[in-house]
């Protein structure tokens, strides 16, 4: 047999695997199912994640923990919240303590590479910012020489913010703290003149301050944070059961799906609304999920921009508006892969 034939039966074998199912169920997913739970790592920022007065964890991050829960289980609680410092995070997920990781872990080259990390899809683009006390006359960072700066150790923040000063030319002195608490009771003590975390941490610190008016978050973003689910290497099924499922609230936005309307479109004639809502069942039997997955977490937590609202838009204390977190269609960065 010729070489170029050769070639060609390796390659339709390849391609045979990856459509008979090649993501292989890993230790990972094997615990999940056999615990009848997942355990999720978070923070303790509301808005993004924190128990609510009878203990329930509410939050950002949270729905996105009871939207793999329902890809795994078809049940929004089959999941476990557990709170953990950004110092002791990573170990704790490579150790096991966690089957994923949804605390605002910011996705870099080393953590991937080195560290033996898999990210999902970014589910929210920050970057690092520094709040300031308005009394100290400040408009921007390149203002801040000599300034004292309140930063949380074993974060991407202590590079981040070394870089910036030593760019802008500009001298700093460190004040690094490991409790997140404590960091920002230095900050308003006025132990330092800036805190830096990512700039949505800030917004919600703002808020927390016995005076938030008299706090101002700077324009700059000093670093890319994009903040991504991560899990351990080793589970393909499982790396893409939270692919999928993220994408899902995605698509779902990008299809005007919401809450309130989803039931409108089931009887939709549109072949990618029948296949994404599993009114045509073929993706979800081929993914081993119910193939309504993806119309149960929407029909529970809602689309992309209704978590987004709900939790930290503008509505909400924390305030934030969408940015680089809108669709593509309308000038941000998230973007579903086709549902086929």
Same mark, same amino acid.
């Given at each position: 047999m010729s070489p170029?034939?050769?070639?060609?039966?390796?390659?339709?074998?390849?391609?045979?695997?990856?459509?008979?199912?090649?993501a292989k169920a890993g230790p990972t997913l094997d615990a999940i199912k056999a615990r009848g739970s997942i355990k999720v790592g978070v923070g303790t920022q509301p808005g993004f994640f924190a128990p609510d007065s009878n203990g329930r964890w509410q939050g950002f991050f949270v729905d996105f923990g009871r939207a793999l829960s329902i890809a795994v289980f078809n049940d929004p609680d089959k999941v476990q919240f557990v709170s953990s410092s950004p110092q002791q995070r990573l170990p704790a997920l490579q150790s096991g303590e966690f089957d994923i990781l949804l605390s605002g872990v910011t996705q870099t080259f080393t953590r991937a590479t080195k560290l033996g990390f898999h990210f999902g899809p970014v589910v929210f683009y920050d970057g690092q910012g520094l709040l300031v006390p308005k009394k100290l006359g400040v408009s921007k960072g390149k203002d801040l020489n000599g300034a004292t700066v309140c930063v949380q150790t074993g974060t991407?923040?202590?590079?981040?913010?070394?870089?910036?000063?030593?760019?802008?030319?500009?001298?700093?002195?460190?004040?690094?703290? =490991?409790?997140?608490?404590?960091?920002?009771? @230095?900050?308003?003590?006025?132990?330092?003149?800036?805190? &830096? %975390?990512?700039?949505? /941490?800030?917004?919600?610190?703002?808020?927390?301050?016995?005076?938030?008016?008299?706090?101002?978050?700077?324009?700059?973003?000093?670093?890319?944070?994009?903040?991504?689910?991560?899990?351990?290497?080793g589970d393909?099924?499982?790396? =893409?059961?939270?692919?999928?499922?993220?994408? @899902?609230?995605?698509?779902?936005?990008?299809?005007?799906? &919401? %809450?309130?309307?989803? /039931?409108?479109?089931?009887?939709?004639?549109?072949?990618?609304?029948?296949?994404?809502?599993?009114?045509?069942?073929?993706?979800?039997?081929?993914?081993?999920?119910?193939p309504k997955f993806a119309y149960t977490i929407v029909k529970t937590v809602g689309n992309y921009g209704e978590i987004f609202d709900r939790n930290v838009g503008p509505a909400t204390k924390v305030g934030?508006?969408?940015?680089?977190?809108?669709l593509w269609t309308q000038g941000g960065l998230l973007y579903a892969p086709p549902f086929r």
């Open positions: 170029r034939f050769l070639i060609a039966g390796a390659l339709s074998l390849a391609i045979g695997l990856a459509l008979t199912g090649a991407t923040g202590e590079l981040n913010i070394t870089d910036f000063f030593r760019q802008n030319k500009i001298a700093f002195k460190p004040v690094v703290i =490991e409790e997140t608490a404590e960091n920002q009771k @230095a900050f308003s003590s006025g132990r330092c003149d800036v805190l &830096t %975390q990512d700039a949505s /941490d800030l917004a919600i610190t703002r808020t927390q301050l016995p005076k938030p008016d008299d706090y101002v978050l700077l324009p700059e973003r000093i670093s890319k944070e994009p903040l991504a689910p991560a899990i351990r290497y393909d099924q499982w790396l =893409e059961i939270v692919n999928w499922a993220v994408y @899902a609230t995605i698509q779902a936005e990008e299809l005007g799906i &919401t %809450q309130a309307n989803i /039931d409108s479109f089931l009887t939709s004639a549109d072949p990618t609304v029948r296949r994404f809502l599993g009114v045509d069942p073929s993706l979800g039997e081929a993914a081993k999920l119910d934030l508006d969408r940015g680089f977190n809108k």
